[in-house]
């Protein structure tokens, strides 16, 4: 009996050791709300859905291939015999991401960049013939909407694609 006793013990000093280390915001000095560190509302896709995909391109031709905490793809249903091209649209969240590397990443692609601003907030696009991004900052977040294809011409303009689902999220996560 008295094992059984000493684990009751030993948890409840567990969780009294525990929420004794969280405090409260009444025991830390009050720090101004600093709207550089607030980032975007998270949410699903970053706020975009198939139906907004699709509106975008013109016609569904884009499955969502994969859902996570950072981002989503839609893939585009083109294929070399039978096998994907890996081509399509994303949408990725990155906290505590630095825009100047993603910057140097986009030019060591040999993309060109464009500085722009979205519902008040900087960033810039990359793009090439088969590609085209918009990253878009608020505090230490950064959100990225991209488009890759082995046939543009198949498409609307990809920038135009890229811009209107940016805007759209945008207006959702700001």
Do not use: H
């Not at 101004?32 to 949410?43: D, K, L």
């Not at 013939?129 to 082995?150: L, P």
């Amino acid at each position: 009996m008295a094992a059984p006793r000493l684990l009751r013990i030993c948890a409840v000093a567990a969780c009294a050791a525990v929420l004794a280390g969280c405090g409260s915001d009444a025991d830390e000095p009050a720090r101004p709300a600093s709207p550089s560190a607030a980032g975007f509302n998270s949410v699903d896709c970053n706020g975009i859905t198939d139906a907004d995909i699709a509106a975008a391109v013109g016609r569904a031709e884009f499955t969502k291939a994969v859902v996570s905490d950072a981002g989503c793809f839609w893939q585009e249903e083109t294929l070399f015999g039978t096998v994907g091209a890996g081509m399509g649209i994303s949408t990725w969240w990155y906290r505590g991401s630095d825009m100047d590397t993603e910057r140097k990443l986009e030019q060591q692609a040999g993309r060109t960049l464009t500085e722009l601003s979205l519902d008040g907030n900087k960033g810039f696009k990359a793009f090439d013939g088969n590609a085209c991004s918009f990253y878009v900052a608020k505090g230490d977040d950064v959100i990225t909407w991209s488009i890759q294809t082995m046939n543009p011409a198949a498409l609307p303009d990809l920038c135009s694609i890229t811009e209107q689902l940016a805007e759209l999220s945008q207006e959702r996560v700001n």
